[in-house]
Nanobody
Framework: QVQLVESGGGLVQAGGSLRLSCAAS????????VGWFRQAPGKERELVAQ????????YYADSVKGRFTISRDNAKNTVYLQMDSLKPEDTAVYSC???????????WGQGTQVTVSS
């Protein structure tokens, strides 16, 4: 069973930066694609960014393109989400997830709160 722990959330002013981390247990981390999702109150969960198993392919939602960067360190079983130029509309609970097959996510972390003040 894979376990995920997110960290790095917090309160930041608009225009600031945060770096989220997602640490995974297990010895097959490089076998999983990883995604960062977010969910704001009253809104549906949305995919923010995802990264392939090797790290060679990434995807970003239009709303964060150019501001967020996803990366992974398979030796440390960790994926990062660098968030720059944060906006109040980025406020949400951010969760990471792993996909064993394709990009079908089936392992989820508990999430970390990101709050951006104006």
């Amino acid at each position: 069973q894979v376990q995920l722990v997110e960290s790095g959330g917090g309160l930041v002013q608009a225009g600031g930066s945060l770096r989220l981390s997602c640490a995974a247990s297990g010895r097959t981390f490089s076998s999983y694609a990883v995604g960062w999702f977010r969910q704001a109150p009253g809104k549906e969960r949305e995919l923010v960014a995802q990264i392939s198993r090797s790290g060679g392919s990434t995807y970003y939602a239009d709303s964060v393109k150019g501001r967020f960067t996803i990366s992974r360190d398979n030796a440390k079983n960790t994926v990062y989400l660098q968030m720059d130029s944060l906006k109040p509309e980025d406020t949400a609970v951010y969760s990471c997830a792993l996909a064993r097959i394709g990009y079908e996510y089936n392992y989820w972390g508990q999430g970390t709160q990101v709050t951006v003040s104006s």
